[in-house]
């Protein structure tokens, strides 16, 4: 009875552990498409914004943007924008020297491709995510291999109209390596397969790409398990034996909304699932040995005492042989990984500590090991948190972090805080609960993020808010408004005759004036003002707290500010003037467009007037 319960005890604690682990890998694997997804959403918005701003030289402005984006986020093979009849317009391959830009000689006819015709179908800030497959160049598989996704949003052109494509192919190593590093602390190794019980990710390389690869198309899920995939195909997620083997799947969810804009989502074109199988003999636990041996050896100690001490003795040098080889091959997984493993017991005293863990916080393992966890690794302002997050971990196994994958803040042993991806499962032993985690720095990550949400909502030109954030922060500014009943106003400003500064001078001098137009008229505001870049040289400000009048005051300032600022390119005087409309918002039923366009009909009088002046709307 006792061998029955402990075997059955030790299942439902690997059927549990192997379903948190099947479904961290499939909710892993979505969080990385959902942001690559909202890296494709995001350039395609910026080069709609380009466009919009029908500058002389939008072109240049977007091979620049490409290009940038390819040096700060790894992992894309390239970076493309498809004008609207499918061609490459821009083309950035990352090769192992660093980006390279494709020169116009090597851009490729893309208007047959699937990706391509469904990129046209998309709405605005949707993204549409293609099958997992082997690159294809000029109708060949390139060789080596070259696992890709591809990432396409569409752009439109100032008009609105379809203006082509942005497309990211993301090098579908990324992926498959997480799942690899996954399988070094895993009973069964997660491996990927799409709707068709193919292989992404399989048992051995030779069983991959059975769609693509003739010789393997007979290689499925079906033939390497025969019996799962009926069971597997047919449900998102679950679990079951068959011949004493454990099976476990997950779907990976690409279907979701992206955060660009609400109606923002990847579309993805096929399926895939996370799935795992931990074999018969890993299912039953090494210390069932010992009650076997102890069973044989009841039945027959009557008819041979010697011969069973001598047996007995050999089967315990056996298992303890095993349970040493198991703990030699833990420790030799553990530390191979990149990720710091740590195990607590449940007064958060450290009993496992790996190297990754000593480098990443400088702290040895000689000196971690009993030690509260929280006190080391916790910054002060969360330790109280901790506390008493480990009270109730010690009675029910449970709390905040538990089977969560989440982003928090770390203090390495010298006391500086660092961001870490942390994931922890509890478990149960002698008695008491025990948490197992592994935290992975996310440094790099993050200050790719910011360059990127800083690329997101500034202009590249001058530093100002681009036009998308400026319209985000207006539109709260004057919902903001409406609530508390006090006034705002906005401005409105362009350079005059700035057509003729490009023609003149060149482009590079017509940057300079707009970049010392953006800081002088900086200076000229508060802080609390929202400045913005529209396109072009077309600028706005929203003023909160003040009155028309007020706000025709700040717009006459800057007004002599801009014609104060004494530009002399190749030391050549050149008067910069602008010429300004000022409205103040109505109340509410105005929307920041509304609010807009008075401001344009005032700046637009000025103009009439004569330019170099400031008119009231």
Same mark, same amino acid.
Request: cysteine-free; hydrophobic content about 45%; aromatic content about 6%.
């Given at each position: 009875?006792? $061998?029955?319960?402990?075997?059955a005890?030790?299942?439902?604690?690997?059927?549990?552990?192997?379903?948190?682990r /099947?479904?961290?890998?499939?909710?892993?694997?979505?969080?990385?498409?959902?942001?690559?997804?909202?890296?494709?959403?995001?350039?395609?918005?910026?080069?709609?914004?380009e466009?919009?701003?029908?500058?002389?030289?939008?072109?240049?402005?977007?091979?620049?943007?490409?290009?940038?984006?390819?040096?700060?986020?790894?992992?894309?093979?390239?970076?493309?924008?498809?004008?609207?009849?499918?061609?490459?317009?821009?083309?950035? @391959?990352?090769?192992?020297?660093?980006a390279?830009?494709?020169?116009?000689?090597?851009?490729?006819?893309?208007?047959?491709?699937?990706?391509?015709?469904?990129?046209?179908?998309?709405?605005?800030?949707?993204?549409?995510?293609?099958?997992?497959? $082997?690159?294809?160049?000029?109708?060949?598989?390139?060789?080596?291999? $070259?696992? /890709?996704?591809?990432?396409?949003?569409?752009?439109?052109?100032?008009?609105?109209?379809?203006?082509?494509?942005?497309?990211? =192919?993301?090098?579908?190593?990324?992926?498959?390596?997480?799942l690899?590093?996954?399988?070094?602390?895993?009973?069964?190794r997660?491996?990927?397969?799409?709707?068709?019980?193919?292989?992404?990710?399989?048992?051995?390389?030779?069983?991959?790409?059975?769609?693509?690869?003739?010789?393997?198309?007979?290689?499925?899920?079906?033939?390497?398990?025969?019996?799962?995939?009926?069971?597997?195909?047919?449900?998102?997620?679950?679990?079951?034996?068959?011949?004493g083997?454990?099976?476990?799947?997950?779907?990976?969810?690409?279907?979701?909304?992206?955060?660009?804009?609400?109606?923002?989502?990847?579309?993805?074109?096929?399926?895939?699932?996370?799935?795992?199988?931990?074999?018969?003999?890993?299912?039953?636990?090494?210390?069932?040995?010992?009650?076997?041996?102890?069973?044989?050896?009841?039945?027959?100690f009557?008819?041979?005492?010697?011969? $069973?001490?001598?047996?007995?003795?050999?089967?315990?040098d056996?298992?303890?042989?095993?349970?040493?080889?198991?703990?030699?091959?833990?420790?030799?997984?553990?530390?191979?990984?990149?990720?710091?493993?740590?195990?607590?017991?449940?007064?958060?005293?450290?009993?496992?500590?790996?190297?990754?863990?000593?480098?990443?916080?400088?702290?040895?393992?000689?000196?971690?090991?009993?030690?509260?966890?929280? @006190?080391?690794?916790?910054?002060?302002?969360e330790?109280?948190?901790?506390?008493?997050?480990?009270?109730?971990?010690?009675?029910?196994?449970?709390?905040?972090?538990?089977n969560?994958?989440?982003?928090?803040?770390?203090?390495?042993? @010298?006391?500086?805080?660092?961001? /870490?991806?942390?994931?922890?499962?509890?478990?149960?032993?002698?008695?008491?609960?025990?948490?197992?985690?592994s935290?992975?720095?996310?440094?790099?990550?993050?200050?790719?993020?910011?360059?990127?949400?800083?690329?997101?909502?500034?202009?590249?030109?001058?530093?100002?808010?681009?036009?998308?954030?400026? /319209?985000?922060?207006?539109?709260?500014?004057?919902?903001?408004?409406?609530?508390?009943?006090?006034?705002?106003s906005?401005?409105?400003?362009?350079?005059?005759?700035?057509?003729?500064?490009?023609?003149?001078?060149?482009?590079?001098?017509?940057?300079?004036?707009?970049?010392?137009?953006?800081?002088?008229?900086?200076?000229?505001?508060?802080?609390?003002?929202?400045?913005?870049?529209?396109?072009?040289?077309?600028?706005?400000?929203?003023?909160?707290?003040?009155?028309?009048?007020?706000?025709? @005051?700040?717009?006459?300032?800057l007004?002599?500010?801009?014609?104060?600022?004494?530009?002399?390119? =190749?030391?050549?005087?050149?008067?910069?003037r602008?010429?300004?409309?000022?409205?103040?918002?109505q109340?509410?039923?105005?929307?920041?467009?509304?609010?807009?366009?008075?401001?344009?009909?005032?700046?637009?009088?000025?103009?009439?007037?004569?330019?170099?002046?400031?008119?009231?709307?």
């Open positions: 009875m006792y $061998l029955a319960m402990s075997n005890s030790q299942r439902e604690a690997i059927k549990a552990r192997e379903a948190a /099947v479904n961290r890998e499939a909710q892993i694997m979505s969080a990385i498409l959902a942001a690559r997804s909202a890296d494709a959403a995001f350039l395609a918005a910026r080069i709609t914004d466009l919009d701003s029908k500058h002389a030289s939008n072109h240049e402005r977007i091979v620049d943007l490409l290009w940038s984006f390819a040096e700060i986020k790894s992992g894309y093979v390239q970076v493309r924008f498809l004008d609207s009849r499918g061609r490459e317009s821009v083309r950035v @391959d990352n090769t192992p020297e660093g390279r830009l494709a020169p116009d000689g090597q851009f490729q006819d893309k208007s047959q491709t699937a990706y391509f015709q469904k990129g046209t179908l998309l709405p605005f800030g949707s993204v549409s995510v293609s099958r997992f497959d $082997l690159n294809v160049e000029r109708g060949e598989i390139e060789i080596p291999l $070259l696992p /890709v996704l591809r990432f396409s949003s569409p752009v439109l052109g100032a008009d609105g109209s379809f203006a082509g494509i942005v497309v990211l =192919n993301l090098n579908g190593e990324v992926i498959r390596e997480r690899r590093q996954a399988a070094s602390a895993a009973l069964g997660p491996l990927l397969v799409n709707a068709d019980g193919y292989w992404l990710v399989g048992p051995t390389p030779e069983e991959e790409w059975g769609f693509q690869l003739r010789e393997r198309s007979e290689l499925t899920v079906q033939s390497a398990w025969p019996g799962t995939w009926e069971r597997i195909r047919s449900q998102e997620r679950g679990q079951f034996l068959l011949d083997a454990l099976y476990t799947f997950d779907v990976v969810q690409a279907d979701s909304t992206i955060g660009i804009t609400s109606s923002s989502v990847m579309i993805p074109e096929e399926g895939w699932k996370i799935v795992a199988r931990v074999p018969k003999e890993r299912l039953a636990p090494p210390l069932n040995t010992v009650f076997i041996v102890m069973t044989v050896g009841l039945a027959v009557l008819g041979g005492l010697s011969w $069973l001490w001598a047996s007995g003795r050999a089967k315990r056996m298992i303890q042989a095993e349970l040493a080889d198991s703990e030699s091959q833990f420790r030799a997984m553990s530390e191979a990984s990149q990720d710091a493993l740590v195990m607590t017991d449940d007064q958060g005293r450290v009993a496992f500590w790996n190297r990754a863990a000593e480098r990443m916080f400088g702290v040895s393992r000689q000196d971690m090991e009993g030690r509260p966890l929280h @006190d080391v690794v916790a910054p002060a302002d330790l109280d948190k901790a506390r008493v997050g480990l009270r109730d971990f010690k009675q029910t196994g449970d709390g905040a972090v538990i969560e994958i989440g982003e928090y803040v770390a203090r390495r042993g @010298d006391g500086s805080p660092f961001p /870490v991806e942390l994931s922890v499962a509890a478990f149960r032993r002698d008695d008491r609960w025990w948490a197992v985690g935290a992975r720095d996310i440094s790099e990550r993050k200050r790719a993020e910011e360059a990127l949400r800083e690329l997101a909502t500034t202009d590249g030109l001058t530093g100002l808010l681009n036009r998308r954030r400026f /319209v985000e922060m207006g539109e709260a500014e004057i919902e903001r408004t409406k609530r508390t009943g006090r006034p705002l906005l401005i409105m400003f362009d350079v005059d005759h700035f057509k003729k500064v490009n023609d003149t001078f060149g482009h590079g001098v017509g940057d300079m004036v707009l970049v010392a137009l953006a800081r002088t008229a900086t200076d000229a505001l508060r802080a609390v003002d929202i400045l913005g870049r529209l396109g072009g040289e077309e600028f706005a400000a929203i003023l909160p707290e003040t009155g028309l009048g007020e706000a025709a @005051d700040v717009a006459e300032r007004r002599r500010a801009v014609a104060d600022m004494g530009l002399a390119p =190749n030391a050549e005087p050149l008067p910069v602008i010429s300004l409309g000022v409205v103040q918002g109340g509410a039923g105005e929307t920041l467009d509304d609010l807009l366009r008075r401001a344009d009909t005032a700046l637009y009088k000025a103009k009439s007037a004569g330019r170099d002046r400031v008119e009231q709307g």
